[in-house]
């Protein structure tokens, strides 16, 4: 009789689990909120008040990531002179040191991706010529990017890296360690390195086209986009075998910024295969797809590929991409100054909600 009863308690556990099974692993997958910011500090004023960003990201008892969509100072605050010999009369070499010790007093993880701030424009006259663009790159990668696959921040998380996950017939991928993407609360998160500045097309010539160097900057914009091209592609093949319910991708530029296209304007056409493969990948995908970006420092949230005949529709010339959304995070120039909070929730249908935090009025 215990041996009948139990097999009926097993088979009646069994087929529960089965009926209910999508529902219980749906209560597993929590929701998930995001701190994202970006184009901070630009001023040593942010810099000073730091702590009240910090105590409001830390004190928030839903956040359980930080993201910085790059620029880790202005465009009129030099660089470090990195591997210069001398070092610019206006280079501050422990400018970076000191936004990596910030970044490591936010209790979570800290993801970050580079901006044109801190490698590309280094050479400009605006940023005192205090810098090569290559080396000021690789200070950003040996400090923010030190140990591959793992985050800075409080609690240093696990997550996948380029540098280590390439394939072999692509062995420049390996430079590329700021590149990493991870899977959180169902849903592909990925990094890239797209600066402003027109993805790095504008000559590296400083004041007096000392940096002059065009050999150099032409093989950095081939091998970046070629190892963001195969880094976008595999978040996308890793959220179709994971069945995510979602994928975010963080980067710096704004790649629709249409004060790029202006007369003496930077231009954007240094994006067009990049957001080519994205529309591809985005609407083969099928599910929300979030880009979260800095850059351009005014707040908005958009569809920019939505319609093809639109403003932003016709800037790179895709197809309409209707899952496809766009956050541009508040800049520190603006006031009041603020973080995005975004709540990622894999069972509702929109996935993604958000909303701005002040911390400094």
């Known amino acids: 009789m215990k041996k009948i009863f139990l097999l009926l ?16 692993a749906g209560h597993r997958v929590k929701p998930l909120t995001v701190a994202v910011f970006g184009d901070w500090p630009y001023s040593t004023a942010l810099l000073d008040n730091a702590p009240l960003l910090l105590d409001s990201v830390n004190n928030d008892p839903d956040v359980r990531l930080v993201i910085h ?49 801190e490698w ?87 004041g007096t086209g000392e940096f002059l160097n065009e050999p150099a900057r032409l093989q950095e914009v081939a091998e970046r986009n070629a190892a963001n091209l195969h880094w976008l592609k595999r978040a996308f093949h890793m959220a179709k075998a994971k069945k995510a319910k979602a994928v975010v991708i963080a980067i710096q530029a704004d790649m629709w910024d249409l004060s790029a296209l202006e007369p003496g304007g930077d231009g ?52 309409a991409v209707p899952n496809l959304t766009r956050i541009t995070v508040q800049g520190s120039t603006n006031h009041p100054s603020e973080w995005l909070k975004l709540t990622i929730d894999p069972s509702s249908p929109n996935v993604f909600t958000w909303q701005n935090v002040v911390y400094l009025p």
């Open 9 to 24: 308690a097993v088979t009646f556990a069994i087929g529960l689990s089965c009926t209910t099974g999508t529902a219980i």
């Open 69 to 117: 969509v790059g620029d880790i100072h202005s465009g009129s605050m030099p660089c470090t002179g990195a591997g210069l010999n001398p070092i610019p009369a206006g280079a501050d070499p422990g400018w970076n040191q000191g936004i990596f010790d910030i970044f490591q007093q936010f209790v979570d993880p800290l993801v970050y991706t580079p901006g044109d701030n």
């Open 120 to 206: 590309t424009d280094c050479h400009k006259t605006k940023e005192l010529s205090s810098g090569y663009p290559l080396n000021e790159l690789a200070a950003v990668r040996s400090l923010f990017f030190a140990n591959p696959g793992r985050t800075i921040g409080g609690v240093a998380k696990e997550v996948k890296s380029q540098a280590e996950e390439y394939d072999d017939d692509d062995s420049a991928d390996s430079l590329f360690v700021e590149n990493v993407m991870w899977t959180q609360s169902d849903v592909v998160f990925v990094t890239l390195n797209v600066p402003g500045s027109n993805n790095d097309g504008l000559p590296w010539n400083g």
């Open 268 to 319: 954007l056409d240094g994006y067009d295969e990049f957001v080519q493969a994205l529309a591809d990948h985005a609407v083969a995908f099928r599910r929300p797809v979030l880009l979260l970006n800095g850059d351009s420092h005014l707040y908005e949230a958009d569809q920019p590929l939505a319609d093809p005949t639109s403003p932003t529709g016709v800037i790179h010339h895709t197809q």
